[in-house]
């Protein structure tokens, strides 16, 4: 890759079509289109002149995440190309980018090199103002809230024992503890209180969840935002101000479309992180693509333990999906790192680390198939990657019985054979039986399907609740909600709850230190470790290479 432009240059020299020529492309009538300028528009799916879903998905997830970097969007980009290169109707669902890791570390999450969506500097920031709008939405709500405790509190909420944040798009770990309603009776009603970062708001998963404007009224009103003094729960439709989140979300709520540099039509919408939320675009763009296509390409976040679980027992149970395959996304870089390799060494060639890094996928492709769903090694190649490493991981798929290719579509993408070998294995995989399962009945006690993922998922010998965990566990068979899944809010970076420890560990407890119902979104989130609903900056953020040049073009995204 060296000598290769930018990600943004890249995009910035692409030709990219108007966006009506892409909408007709893919089947998607003149009405149902409200276009954002030149290059981005709206679907609404109530005026799609369209059959009723029956697009096959195929999921695209990954190792663990480490620093050395996996490529999971750039390879959904490029098989997705790929695939449509080989004369399928295909079309990409992905989620949009969160201003906090783009400001922050992570960087965008539009694809890379030759894989990318397009307009990727519109799409890393604010985009159509989807999470603008449900930020508005959460902290509407929060605002209604306190309004009601101030005017007199008919409905007895007792403000030490709330459960809903307000929210904001950023990194900011100064807002993740506050104190509200200081200065006078006329202030409000003093109060602890604490920021999240939008795509760990219980709206945005609700958003990406709810099949229809209907039904996304039905489950904001479903919220429980806090208890009232003798400990019964309190809900958004007991406020009675569901509607009014409802207005709020009613455009934003439509699957936004884009294109590839190839010109693959790509709906982009919806953004839970998948360590502490569900980590999936929007249903309603899922649902709407697989309208238009015979092939969707979605993915998860992070690792298959985090993003895929949750897809699977999750989304594709509330939305009645069945994927059809799983691609796994890994490098020998990352590989090598997981076998103990430093950073700064990855460039060179060694055999032994990546044997040492190889039982983290395999943990991953064993996973996958405890689904009953069919998994396929994508081996995203980088340019310092040896012949011999490459055959090495081949070889070593091979004798483990796993489809597998190297994809090179960050240098041979946007329509070029980088991902032929690649997609000519999934429309394989595909077009034979499916035999989806999800991993737990929803019969099961929360804390028994706590224990099925942290046994059979992430390979632990158990699982340890604190007192606070055991007491919400009584509350939640309490007020009903135990036939609810569970969405597991992790580290990404280990199997573990401890985020050095790399590789495929033995021998570890997962400890869940609360939990907490999300009554609306329709599941219980169980915190482990130390991860956090709110992140932080790191110490040298991304924002100080970022700039715009004078004329108005932006500098420094990635």
């Known amino acids: 890759m060296s000598g290769f432009p930018s990600d943004l240059e890249i995009a910035r020299a692409a030709r990219i079509r108007p966006i009506p020529e892409i909408a007709a492309a893919a089947g998607i009538n003149a009405d149902a289109v409200e276009l954002y300028g030149r290059f981005k528009a709206k679907i609404d799916p109530a005026r799609l002149d369209a059959p009723l879903p029956a697009g096959k998905v195929v999921l695209v997830s990954a190792m663990s995440p480490t620093p050395a970097g996996e490529g999971k969007s750039t390879t959904t980009v490029g098989l997705a190309d790929s695939l449509a290169r080989a004369g399928h109707k295909v079309m990409i669902a992905l989620r949009e980018p969160s201003l906090g890791p783009v400001l922050g570390m992570k960087g965008g999450a539009t694809g890379g090199g030759l894989s990318q969506v397009l307009p990727m500097d519109e799409i890393n920031l604010h985009f159509t103002g989807d999470f603008h709008a449900i930020t508005s939405a959460n902290n509407a709500l929060m605002a209604l809230v306190d309004n009601h405790i101030y005017q007199g509190n008919a ?208 943990r991953h492709l064993r996973n996958v198939e405890k689904f009953g769903v069919t998994p396929i090694v994508a081996i995203n190649r980088f340019g310092l990657d040896s012949q011999e490493e490459l055959d090495w991981l081949l070889a070593w798929c091979a004798a483990e019985g796993v489809h597998a290719a190297v994809a090179d579509v ?57 007192v606070p965990a055991l007491k919400r566990l009584a509350d939640i068979e309490r007020n009903g909600w135990s036939g609810l899944p569970v969405c597991m809010a992790k580290t990404q970076y280990s199997f573990t709850d401890d985020a050095s420890r790399l590789g495929a560990p033995k021998g570890f407890t997962i400890h869940v230190r609360d939990l907490l119902p999300k009554t609306g979104a329709g599941f219980i989130v169980a915190l482990t470790g130390a991860v956090m609903t709110m992140p932080g900056l790191p110490a040298v953020p991304a924002a100080l290479r970022m700039d715009v040049d004078d004329a108005g073009n932006p500098v420094g995204l990635t």
């Open 410 to 466: 960050w240098g041979r993408g946007g329509g070029g054979d980088g991902g032929d070998e690649l997609a000519a294995l999934v429309a394989r995989v595909v077009a034979g039986p499916n035999n989806f399962r999800h991993l737990y009945p929803l019969e099961l006690s929360v804390e028994d399907k706590i224990r099925t993922i942290v046994q059979e998922i992430y390979g632990a010998d158990g699982v340890d609740f604190s």
């Open 155 to 362: 409905l007895n909420i007792d403000p030490r024992r709330m459960t809903f944040k307000r929210v904001l798009d950023m990194n900011d770990r100064a807002l993740r503890e506050v104190v509200i309603g200081l200065g006078g009776p006329s202030q409000g009603v003093p109060r602890q209180d604490g920021f999240d970062i939008t795509v760990a708001s219980e709206i945005m998963a609700i958003f990406c969840l709810a099949s229809d404007l209907a039904d996304l009224r039905e489950r904001l009103g479903r919220i429980t935002f806090g208890y009232t003094y003798d400990r019964s729960p309190v809900t958004v439709a007991d406020l009675g101000v569901q509607g009014a989140l409802t207005l709020l979300l009613k455009e934003a709520i439509k699957p936004n479309l884009v294109q590839t540099i190839a010109g693959t039509p790509a709906l982009v919408h919806g953004g839970p992180f998948a360590n502490i939320a569900h980590g999936c675009n929007s249903l309603i763009a899922t649902q709407t693509a697989r309208r238009l296509a015979d092939i969707v390409v979605t993915e998860a976040g992070f690792g298959a333990d985090l993003g895929a679980e949750k897809f699977m027992d999750i989304k594709a149970r509330t939305g009645g999906l069945a994927p059809s395959a799983v691609v796994v996304v890994a490098t020998v870089r990352a590989l090598k790192m997981q076998g103990g390799m430093a950073k700064d060494q990855l460039t060179r060639p060694d055999l032994a680390a990546l044997e040492a890094g190889v039982p983290n996928l395999r």
